[in-house]
Nanobody
């Protein structure tokens, strides 16, 4: 059974940085294209960054230039480097391949002074 585990969240001041990790385990040969999603209180889950199997990346406008998604296929792990964080980045962050895998617990990111 495939399991997705996100980690690396926390409390950070505006302007700070965090690096999120997403480890996919289970009987899969390749994790495929992956994305980082976030859900803020009272809002719908949104896709903020994606990466194809070939490494092509895409970002929602609100995080362009601040967030970087990357992958390590050998480790079946996807990362999200988040710089210059803003209070509006506060949310629970999840990763998935569309809805291909069971959703993990997510990791809470709180940006506040």
């Amino acid at each position: 059974q495939v399991q997705v585990v996100e980690s690396g969240g926390g409390l950070v001041q505006p302007g700070g940085s965090l690096r999120l990790s997403c480890a996919v385990s289970g009987s899969i040969f390749s994790i495929g294209p992956m994305g980082w999603y976030r859900q803020a209180p009272g809002k719908q889950r949104e896709l903020v960054a994606s990466i194809t199997s070939g490494g092509t990346t895409n970002y929602v406008n609100s995080v362009k230039g601040r967030f970087t998604i990357s992958r390590d296929d050998a480790k079946k792990t996807v990362y999200l480097q988040m710089n210059t964080l803003k209070p509006e980045d506060t949310a629970v962050y999840y990763c998935n391949s569309g809805s291909r895998y069971p959703w993990g617990q997510g990791t809470q990111v709180t940006v506040s002074s």
